[in-house]
C-alpha cells in the first residue's frame, strides 16, 4: 500500500540539474533557485558551490551514493510555505520564517566562522524536521567555541541527528577559552531530540606549564525562556557536556541540559550526566514509561527498499500513519499536535512495539520511477494505550519524512 501510494506522488514539477562543471541547466544553486518556481526539483551534482538564498518551495538534493555537493555559507531560506533539501554539505544555514514544513534529511551543517559561528539557526518558524544529519559549531583557531544549532520561537524536530558545540581554542597565551553549546532553545522553542547524541564543546585555553589555564565546557542543551526540549531514545544516544581540559589545569565543567526561565526539560532513555534547573519556575520531567520514537533507513532512492523502525515500551500497539499533507493537527484524545493530518492518511496499519532496544519494523519499496525523485510523505505513531508524561492524551511518536532521491 505505501508502494503504491508512492507511485502515485509523480511529480509535474520541472527538475533542474545543477553542476559546476557543467553541462548542466545551471552552474549554481543560487541561479537555478532564481529560474524555478514552487513544487520543483534541484539535482544538484558534486562539487563546490556559492551560497544561497532560498525564498520558494523546492525540493534541492544531492544523488544518493554519490559526494555530497558542498555549499559555502553562510546560507539563508526564507520560503514561506516550505522547502525539502537533501543530501547536501551547507556552511552555517538559517532557516527565518518558514510557516509551511521544512525538511533536512542526510546534511551536514559545518560551521564556517565568521559572523555565523553555529552551524544551523531556526527562527519563528513553525515545523521544521532536521533528520539523519550532523550539526557543528564552529572550532575556532582563536576564542570560544561555537554554538552548534540555535532555535528561536519555532518548533523543531531532529530525527537521528548528531549535535556538537564548536570547541574552545587550545594555544599558548590564549588564556581560558569556553566550548559552544550543542543546543540553546530560546523564547517560546519546542525542540524534540530523538535518537541521536547532543554534545557540548571542550572546553579550551592554554595548556603551557605555569600558565595552565582552561575555560568552560559547552553544555548539551540549554532551554530558556519557556522553551521545551524533549529528548527521547535509548542508552546509546547520549545527551553530555564537552570535556574540561587536561588534568592539571582542567576547566569548569558544563551540564548535560539546563532548563531556565521557565522551561522543561523531559528526558526519556538517553544517557546522561545529568540535567539541572537556573533561574525561574523550570520542570525536569523524567519520562516513565519511557516515549516512544520512530526512524527511518535506506537511500530512499527509485527502486530501493527502506525500513521504518519503531521503538517503545514493549508489547504496546501503535498507530503506524502516512500522510501527505504534513499541517499539525490537533486531535482529540492525543497529547499534543500531530505534525500530519489523519484525516487525509494514505496508509495506515498497526505495529505493536518490540522494546527501546528492538525496533519493530515496517518495510516499504520505493518505486523504480525517477519522476517520483523530490517527492516526499510523512510518517508518524499513536499509541492509544500508552499516557504521554506531559499532558492528558495518547502518546505519539516523533514524525519522520520519506524524501525520494535521484
Known amino acids: 500500500m505505501i508502494s503504491l501510494t508512492l507511485l502515485a506522488l509523480s511529480l509535474n514539477a520541472a527538475t533542474w540539474t545543477v553542476d559546476d562543471d557543467g553541462p548542466a541547466d545551471f552552474r549554481e544553486i543560487s541561479q537555478a533557485i532564481a529560474s524555478a518556481v514552487d513544487g520543483d526539483v534541484l539535482l544538484v551534482e558534486p562539487g563546490q558551490y556559492g551560497s544561497f538564498f532560498l ?210 526539560i523531559v528526558f526519556s532513555g538517553v544517557t546522561h550526566r545529568g540535567f539541572t534547573t537556573g533561574a525561574g519556575e523550570n520542570s525536569l520531567v523524567p519520562a516513565e514509561p519511557a516515549e516512544p520514537f520512530l526512524l527511518v533507513t535506506g537511500p530512499n532512492a527509485p527502486g530501493t527498499n527502506g525500513v521504518l523502525r519503531l521503538f517503545g515500551p514493549s508489547g504496546q500497539p501503535a498507530l503506524l500513519i502516512g500522510a501527505l499533507d504534513t499541517s499539525f493537527t490537533e486531535v482529540p484524545g492525543v497529547a499534543g499536535p500531530l505534525w500530519l493530518d489523519p484525516a487525509l492518511a494514505f496508509f495506515v496499519g498497526v505495529l505493536p512495539t518490540a522494546g527501546l532496544d528492538t525496533p519493530a519494523n515496517c518495510p516499504y519499496p520505493v518505486p523504480n520511477d525517477a519522476a517520483l525523485s523530490g517527492a516526499s510523505a510523512r510518517f508518524q505513531c499513536v499509541l492509544p494505550q500508552q499516557g504521554d508524561p506531559t499532558g492528558p492524551g495518547a502518546a505519539s511518536t516523533n514524525a519522520v519524512d520519506v524524501i525520494v532521491r535521484f
Open 55 to 264: 525564498d520558494k518551495d523546492l525540493a534541492i538534493v544531492g544523488r544518493v551514493g554519490a559526494p555530497r555537493p558542498e555549499v559555502a555559507g553562510p546560507n539563508l531560506i526564507a520560503s514561506p510555505t516550505g522547502f525539502t533539501i537533501s543530501r547536501l554539505r551547507m556552511g552555517s544555514v538559517r532557516v527565518n520564517s518558514v510557516l509551511g514544513p521544512g525538511r533536512f534529511d542526510d546534511c551536514r551543517f559545518p560551521a564556517v566562522g565568521g559572523p555565523a559561528d553555529y552551524g544551523l539557526q531556526v527562527t519563528g518558524s513553525n515545523q521544521v524536521l532536521v533528520s539523519r544529519s550532523v550539526v557543528q559549531g564552529e572550532s575556532p583557531a582563536s576564542g570560544d567555541g561555537g554554538l552548534a544549532l540555535w532555535v528561536v520561537a519555532s518548533t523543531l524536530t531532529l530525527v537521528d541527528t548528531n549535535v556538537r558545540g564548536g570547541d574552545g581554542a587550545v594555544a599558548a597565551g590564549s588564556g581560558p577559552t569556553d566550548g559552544g553549546d550543542a543546543l540553546l532553545a530560546l523564547f517560546g522553542a519546542h525542540v524534540v531530540a530523538v535518537s541521536g547524541d547532543l554534545r557540548g564543546g571542550d572546553a579550551g585555553g592554554d595548556p603551557t606549564p605555569g600558565a595552565c589555564s582552561f575555560g568552560v565546557a559547552g553544555d548539551g542543551v540549554r532551554a530558556l525562556g519557556n522553551s521545551t526540549v524533549g529528548l527521547r531514545g535509548s542508552s546509546v544516544d547520549q545527551v553530555l557536556p564537552g570535556e574540561v581540559g587536561p588534568f592539571l589545569c582542567g576547566g569548569v565543567p558544563g551540564v548535560s541540559g539546563i532548563a531556565e526561565g521557565g522551561s522543561t
